[in-house]
Nanobody, 123 residues
């Protein structure tokens, strides 16, 4: 079983910064990608940023130049540094991983979501 634990959300004033973290644990053979998504009230969940360990990063246009995704493959952890936050960034931020996991001595692909962490930006 694979779990993602997010941390670091909170309340910040517009223009401020926050860093959220997500750590994966469990029967993981290899993490292929980790990423952050967000869902604001009344809106659909949307991609924020994704990372392939040792590979590419991808950002939503709305956060380019303000947010930076990074990760530590050995720690199975991904970070999202968020700068120049504005009220439109207010949402629950969810971590997601696509990984190869062990199940009954066999490898299988898995997509796992975290529980989410609230980020609130006040004006």
């Amino acid at each position: 079983q694979v779990q993602l634990v997010e941390s670091g959300g909170g309340l910040v004033q517009a223009g401020g910064s926050l860093r959220v973290s997500c750590a994966a644990s469990g029967s993981i053979f290899r993490i292929n990608t980790m990423g952050w998504y967000r869902q604001a009230p009344g809106k659909q969940r949307e991609l924020v940023a994704t990372l392939k360990f040792g590979g590419d990063t991808n950002y939503a246009d709305s956060v380019k130049g303000r947010f930076t995704i990074s990760g530590d493959d050995a720690k199975k952890t991904v970070y999202l540094q968020m700068n120049s936050l504005n009220p439109e960034d207010t949402a629950v931020y969810y971590c997601k991983t696509e990984a190869d996991v062990w199940e009954r001595l066999r490898l299988r692909p898995a997509v796992v979501w975290g529980q989410g962490t609230q980020v609130t930006v006040s004006s």
